[in-house]
Nanobody, 119 residues
Framework: QVQVVESGGGLVQTGGSLRLSCVASGTIFTINTMNWYRQAPGKQRELVAS???????NYADSVKGRFTISIDNAKNTEYLQMNSLKPEDTAVYYC?????????????WGKGILVTVSS
């Protein structure tokens, strides 16, 4: 079983910064990608950013130039540095990890962490 735990959310003013962290643990053989999704009230969950263990990244257009995703392969940890935050960034942020364990592929989700940006 793979556990995924997010941390670092909270309340910040417009223009402020936050850094989210996500740690994966358990019976992991290898990780392929680590991703951040978010879901705002009344909206569908959307992909914010993703990163492979080789460092290739992908961002939603809405966060390009403001958010930076990074990974620490040795710690099975990813980070999301969020700068110049806007009220529309308010959402529950979810970490998703895709990889392989001995019994096969896995895709595990964290419980989510709330980010609130006040205007």
């Amino acid at each position: 079983q793979v556990q995924v735990v997010e941390s670092g959310g909270g309340l910040v003013q417009t223009g402020g910064s936050l850094r989210l962290s996500c740690v994966a643990s358990g019976t992991i053989f290898t990780i392929n990608t680590m991703n951040w999704y978010r879901q705002a009230p009344g909206k569908q969950r959307e992909l914010v950013a993703s990163i492979t263990t080789s460092g290739s990244t992908n961002y939603a257009d809405s966060v390009k130039g403001r958010f930076t995703i990074s990974i620490d392969n040795a710690k099975n940890t990813e980070y999301l540095q969020m700068n110049s935050l806007k009220p529309e960034d308010t959402a529950v942020y979810y970490c998703n990890v895709y990889g392989r364990k001995i019994s096969g592929n896995f895709s595990s989700w964290g419980k989510g962490i709330l980010v609130t940006v006040s205007s």
